[in-house]
């Protein structure tokens, strides 16, 4: 077999496992560099935008990075496609640094630098999703600072009844992992014609780009709109959390960890301690364990809890006090505490919106609160609670304590809360929201 033919045998390969996807112009640009290398021709840039995407000759490469923008998609293509399907390929393709080609090599040989992509000379003005992405970075910047002071700054001695409580003493006395999870939400890039990227979305189904990716199959004709940009953002809640729990649990310094609910590995929830910060909406695959014991289901939104018990709604007004004008509203935060599969701790400090969850990191750190809290749940092993925060702008100023329900961890793990919570869900009807 000639070396053309043993290279339209392996595109053909790579075609055939799917992970080319059913974008119209990755699959044109893996044809067109299929054809110039058989053809041992280096195309320009220009040509490639030309004669595999259709731009005309006035088409400016120095100020759109259409082509390079999908060089490097169609290298990550090819890297899926060795790390799986085509993992036991003797040989593989790659495109080199500085050229749009392809070059066939041992698949033992070292993977080529990915030349970086260049950004596009900036337009006249800012694009409309420049600024979400300034406040996402601002926020990891507040949540970075929150952990440097937890580490070089002095514990106060104050926490110490604090890390007494049952609810914390658990996590120090141990020798487990600690992992603070902070709820995060992926968000992706939607592009113009040229693939440009015009704003950001973001879609309660979509929280990775494995999600994203599935979503495209389904939908192929938004492949050529939506564009994985590796980006998230954290609430503002998240660094003032972080910086009330973190001198709590200073003793487990060594132990404790801080990731985002995107990088948590299944595996942690079963072996290791879980202090969960954020909004109820960034659960994530701790919701379905958290609620699937708990008296409280999500009603409508994350907005909206409903209390099983009761048939009570409890609704955030968080969101839209600022549409109707008001400074003062009222929010929900939600704690709960319980043990895990392998005797771990799973803690859930977290908010329907940004006042609540600062709210119960206070309220979860301070010894007064947890002497109430603790009181009003009886001890429990395992519990959750409900309060109702009052705010104005975006400050927390009180809280009350509306109700702390046990949870049963057994229960939890072995899928009999579920049933059970169904069966009370279904038992009355609904009453009047709040």
């Given amino acids: 077999m000639s070396d053309v033919e043993a290279l339209r045998a392996h595109a053909d390969r790579i075609r055939a496992s799917g992970v080319l996807g059913r974008s119209p112009l990755m699959q044109r640009l893996f044809d067109f560099l299929l054809e110039c290398s058989a053809q041992n021709r280096a195309p320009k840039e220009i040509e490639v935008a030309v004669d595999a995407f259709g731009k005309g000759a006035e088409f400016d490469v ?10 490097h998609k169609l290298r990550r293509k090819l890297e899926e496609f060795y790390a799986g399907p085509g993992a036991g390929e003797p040989v593989r393709l790659s495109i080199p640094k500085g050229e749009y080609r392809f070059v066939i090599e041992s698949a033992a040989a070292p993977v080529a630098e990915e030349e970086p992509v260049e950004e596009a000379a900036p337009p006249a003005r800012r694009p409309q999703w420049l600024w979400p992405v300034v406040g996402a970075a601002l926020a990891i910047n507040a949540i970075v600072l929150a952990v440097l002071l937890f580490r070089f700054s002095p514990q106060a001695d104050e926490f110490e009844s604090v890390r007494q409580s049952p609810i914390w003493s658990p996590l120090l006395n141990e020798q487990r992992s600690v992992f603070i999870v902070v709820g995060d939400y992926y968000i992706f890039g939607e592009t113009d014609e040229t693939m440009e990227v015009r704003r950001l979305v973001r879609e ?3 929280n990775s780009r494995q999600d994203l990716e599935k979503h495209l199959k389904v939908n192929p004709e938004l492949a050529d709109k939506y564009m994985d940009l590796e980006l998230a953002y954290l609430p503002t809640a998240a660094a003032f959390a972080l910086r009330e729990v973190m001198p709590v649990l200073a003793p487990a310094n060594r132990r404790v960890r801080l990731v985002t609910m995107s990088q948590l590995n299944p595996a942690v929830i079963k072996s290791a301690d879980i202090v969960y910060v954020g909004y109820l909406s960034g659960l994530g695959m701790l919701g379905d364990v958290v609620f699937s014991g708990s008296r409280l289901s999500v009603g409508d939104s994350f907005d909206e809890l409903v209390d099983s018990a009761t048939q009570r709604r409890y609704i955030s007004q968080a969101a839209s006090a600022p549409i109707r004008g008001e400074r003062n509203f009222h929010d ?5 505490t319980f043990a895990g599969p392998s ?3 799973i803690i859930v400090i977290a908010g329907t919106r940004d006042v609540a969850a600062m709210h119960m990191a206070e309220t979860l750190t301070d010894p007064s609160a947890l002497q109430t809290l603790m009181a009003k749940a009886g001890n429990a092993p395992g519990f959750e609670a409900l309060y109702e925060v009052y705010g104005m702008d975006k400050l927390n100023l009180d809280g009350k304590l509306l109700l702390t329900s046990p949870l049963d961890s057994t229960r939890i793990w072995t899928g009999e809360a579920a049933e059970r919570h169904a069966g009370i869900a279904t038992a009355s009807p609904a009453a009047p929201s709040q």
């Fill in 62 to 71: 120095s100020q759109d990075a259409m082509v390079r923008v999908y060089i």
């Fill in 204 to 206: 309660f189904d979509i």
């Fill in 332 to 336: 929900y935060g939600y704690f709960a």
């Fill in 343 to 345: 005797g771990n701790r």
